[in-house]
């Protein structure tokens, strides 16, 4: 009881902070669980927006970057370890629970057969519906839209568009000998 008490004084200072430095770009309810080892870091213009009741666990890792913003609705969840990273976009819908150590990129780094992999990116925003479930271990890519009320298997890298009530999972054969 006591150290959710202290968890919830902690963020409020946290995020009357955060709105000072960063005013109407750091659009965050003041009622959080938001664990004191998961930085919320804005770059350049970026824009954080987080609804009422979220709550992220302990490592998890939030970065905006340039004029991108990230939108993560009221109620949502990330376990242990998720990182969200945004040079485009990333929104993510209301009520949605990660698993730990979901991924989600907006960007990749550009690559080419005669200069190899290049320190520039391509993004692409990404869009997360209401009532969604990405268990452990799930990466989202650049340009995904998933729709509501989705079920993402753990371990699955997901790179095309999920229409909204799918279920996806990795289809793996375990060989025991």
């Not at 009622?31 to 919320?40: K, N, V, W, Y």
């Not at 870091?41 to 990230?70: M, P, S, W």
């Not at 376990?79 to 945004?86: D, E, K, Q």
């Not at 990749?108 to 479930?133: F, M, Q, R, Y």
Request: charged content about 15%; proline content about 3%; glycine content about 10%.
């Amino acid at each position: 009881m006591i150290r959710t008490i202290l968890v919830i004084l902690y963020n409020l200072i946290r995020i009357a902070f955060g709105k000072v430095c960063h005013g109407a770009r750091y659009a965050v309810h003041p009622l959080q669980r938001i664990s004191p080892f998961t930085p919320l870091k804005l770059y350049q213009r970026g824009r954080l927006e987080i609804g009422r009741n979220c709550e992220f666990a302990h490592g998890c890792d939030i970065e905006v970057f340039d004029h991108a913003t990230i939108s993560i609705g009221e109620g949502t969840y990330m376990n242990r370890y998720c990182m969200l990273s945004a040079h485009s976009g990333v929104n993510v819908g209301k009520h949605c629970l990660f698993g730990a150590g979901v991924k989600v990129f907006d960007n990749n780094h550009t690559h080419s057969p005669e200069k190899g992999v290049s320190t520039h990116l391509s993004s692409a925003p990404v869009v997360i519906g209401d009532n969604c479930w990405l268990a452990s271990d799930v990466v989202v890519l650049k340009g995904v839209t998933i729709g509501d009320n989705c079920v993402v298997g753990a371990g699955c890298v997901i790179y095309k568009d999920l229409p909204a009530g799918s279920v996806v999972y990795n289809k793996q054969n375990l060989v025991i000998k």
